[in-house]
C-alpha cells in the first residue's frame, strides 16, 4: 500500500513508513470542540503521554536545548528522550532521543508537531545519533478537525536503521527497526491516536 500524501508530511524517499490515523464523529459541535481541544492538550503533555493510557509502553520525558527536563509545553528545538522498556535505574545509554524540528499551529484547524531521531542535547552537530532509526527518519503528529469529525494521526516517513554506530548497536538497531517495520510500531501508534481522542 502506497504511503499517503499529507501537507507538512516529509516525502516518502527511501526505508519504512507508516500511515496511523484514528476518527471519530460528533453530532454537535460543542462536543466536537471539546473533543478537539482535549486532544490538541494531549498532544502537547508530552510527560503524560504514558500516563494516559497503560497500552503505551513507553516513557516520553520533554526535555529543552540542554537536555533539563521541562513541565511546559513543547518548542522547536526541544528534545524527547524516550525509554522504550522499563528499568529500575535507566542509564543515558538506555534511552532514545528526538527532537522535535517542527510545531504548526497556524491553521485553526489542526495542529501539527514533527520529530526527528537526534543526537544527545548539546551535540546537534556531532556525536550519534541516539536512535534505532537514522536522522532522516521523521516522526509528523497531526490533530485536527472537520465538519463533524476529530482526526488523530501519527505518520512516519524515510524510517532506516541508524547503522552510525558501533557493530553491536549497528545490529540491535536493525533488529529493532525491522520489528517496528512489520508492526509493532504501528499497533503502539494506533493506541496513541486512541488515546488523544479519548476524552477521559
Same mark, same amino acid.
Given at each position: 500500500?502506497?504511503?499517503?500524501?499529507?501537507?507538512?508530511?516529509?516525502?516518502?524517499?527511501?526505508?519504512?513508513?507508516?500511515?496511523?490515523?484514528?476518527?471519530?464523529?460528533?453530532?454537535?459541535?460543542?462536543?466536537?470542540?471539546?473533543?478537539?481541544?482535549?486532544?490538541?492538550?494531549?498532544? +502537547?503533555?508530552?510527560?503524560?503521554?504514558? &500516563?494516559?493510557?497503560?497500552?503505551?509502553?513507553?516513557? +516520553?520525558? $520533554?526535555? =529543552?536545548?540542554?537536555?533539563?527536563?521541562?513541565?511546559?509545553?513543547?518548542?522547536?528545538? =526541544? !528534545?524527547?528522550?524516550? $525509554?522504550?522498556?522499563?528499568?529500575?535505574?535507566?542509564?543515558?545509554?538506555?534511552?532514545?532521543?528526538?527532537?522535535? =524540528?517542527?510545531?504548526?499551529?497556524?491553521?485553526?484547524?489542526?495542529?501539527?508537531?514533527?520529530?526527528?531521531?537526534?543526537?544527545?542535547?548539546?551535540?546537534? +552537530?556531532?556525536?550519534?545519533?541516539?536512535?534505532? !532509526?537514522?536522522?532522516?527518519?521523521?516522526?509528523? +503528529?497531526?490533530?485536527?478537525?472537520?465538519? &463533524?469529525?476529530?482526526?488523530?494521526?501519527?505518520?512516519?516517513?524515510?524510517?532506516?536503521?541508524?547503522?552510525?554506530?558501533?557493530?553491536?548497536?549497528?545490529?540491535?538497531?536493525?533488529?529493532?527497526? $525491522?520489528?517496528?517495520?512489520?508492526?509493532?510500531?504501528?499497533?503502539?501508534?494506533?493506541?496513541?491516536?486512541?488515546?488523544?481522542?479519548?476524552?477521559?
Amino acid at each position: 500500500m502506497k504511503h499517503k500524501k499529507v501537507p507538512g508530511v516529509p516525502n516518502q524517499i527511501k526505508g519504512g513508513y507508516h500511515d496511523t490515523e484514528n476518527k471519530v464523529t460528533y453530532p454537535n459541535s460543542e462536543d466536537l470542540e471539546k473533543s478537539f481541544n482535549t486532544a490538541k492538550k494531549k498532544l +502537547f503533555d508530552i510527560n503524560n503521554w504514558s &500516563n494516559y493510557t497503560s497500552d503505551v509502553i513507553a516513557e +516520553f520525558v $520533554l526535555c =529543552d536545548q540542554e537536555g533539563i527536563v521541562v513541565e511546559r509545553d513543547p518548542q522547536i528545538g =526541544d !528534545y524527547v528522550k524516550i $525509554l522504550l522498556k522499563a528499568k529500575p535505574n535507566p542509564q543515558k545509554k538506555d534511552y532514545i532521543w528526538v527532537r522535535i =524540528d517542527m510545531i504548526d499551529h497556524s491553521n485553526p484547524n489542526s495542529l501539527m508537531m514533527q520529530m526527528r531521531p537526534s543526537t544527545l542535547p548539546g551535540n546537534q +552537530f556531532g556525536g550519534n545519533i541516539m536512535h534505532f !532509526y537514522s536522522s532522516g527518519s521523521t516522526l509528523t +503528529f497531526i490533530v485536527s478537525k472537520g465538519n &463533524n469529525y476529530v482526526k488523530a494521526a501519527v505518520y512516519g516517513r524515510n524510517e532506516k536503521a541508524n547503522t552510525n554506530t558501533d557493530l553491536l548497536s549497528g545490529i540491535k538497531n536493525r533488529l529493532t527497526a $525491522l520489528g517496528a517495520r512489520f508492526g509493532s510500531q504501528k499497533i503502539q501508534w494506533k493506541t496513541f491516536t486512541e488515546m488523544l481522542l479519548n476524552n477521559k
